[in-house]
């Protein structure tokens, strides 16, 4: 057995695939590092979700950019995903304001190439250590309408939430009439077959206006500050 698993391995070039997937570990710890040292000190950080497919001309991008700016005029940092659509939006938004436009941008063969609107911006090759970055230095996650990519977001947010890998923090969806048939299929499909509990809903707010959204974040850090406490600092070191 062991004979013919070496064979297939040298068949395969088995040696060479391992040594580049090995060789990868650095590249993803590299991506970690450069985050961990670009975001460190420019908290309280906001993230904003959303479709790479809404242009300029579209509601949604006009209410993304209207809200970002809101957030930066507040004291935020906004974190998007440094493409297009949404993103540019959120960007557009905080470059506009006062603090910092932050763009994470992933390398996709489609669809994702860099905006013009950012103070900082950090490319990813990776989902996974960009995703870190959005929830890391988040103290609110915004979700705007989007697709696919939008909704992984969103459900690692209410997952890490849920499940005390983070602390608990706003999660705010804007816009009911896009929100509103998902949630009814939480609340019918999910809560009815016990998957979820009744409190997990109450991880989310559907906001429709921007003035809200600002309002909401303050009022939940209010009796408390931004800074994470000791004992969600340790949590944050294992996310």
Aim: charged fraction near 20%; charge should be negative.
């Amino acid at each position: 057995m062991r004979a013919h698993l070496e064979e297939e391995k040298l068949r395969d070039g088995g040696e060479g695939r391992l040594t580049r997937e090995a060789w990868k570990i650095f590249q993803i710890m590299a991506e970690f590092v450069r985050g961990y040292e670009k975001l460190v000190d420019v908290d309280p950080c906001v993230s904003i979700f959303g479709s790479a497919r809404l242009g300029p001309d579209n509601p949604w991008y006009l209410k993304t950019q209207e809200i970002a700016e809101k957030l930066s005029n507040a004291g935020f940092s906004v974190l998007s995903g440094g493409g297009p659509g949404i993103m540019e939006a959120a960007n557009k938004g905080a470059f506009h304001g006062t603090g910092y436009s932050i763009g994470l941008n992933i390398e996709l063969p489609h669809e994702q190439h860099s905006n013009p609107y950012q103070d900082i911006a950090i490319s990813f090759e990776h989902f996974y250590s960009r995703k870190v970055m959005f929830m890391k230095y988040a103290v609110a996650y915004v979700v705007m309408p989007g697709g696919f990519g939008t909704l992984d977001e969103l459900a690692e947010c209410l997952t890490l939430v849920q499940t005390g890998k983070t602390r608990r923090m706003p999660i705010i969806l804007v816009g009911s009439d896009f929100w509103n048939g998902l949630i009814a299929w939480w609340q019918e499909a999910m809560l009815g077959l016990g998957t979820i509990n009744p409190e997990d809903l109450h991880l989310i707010t559907v906001i429709d206006d921007p003035d809200e959204v600002v309002s909401a974040i303050f009022n939940h850090y209010e009796k408390r500050g931004f800074a994470p406490s000791a004992a969600e600092t340790e949590a944050l070191l294992n996310l």
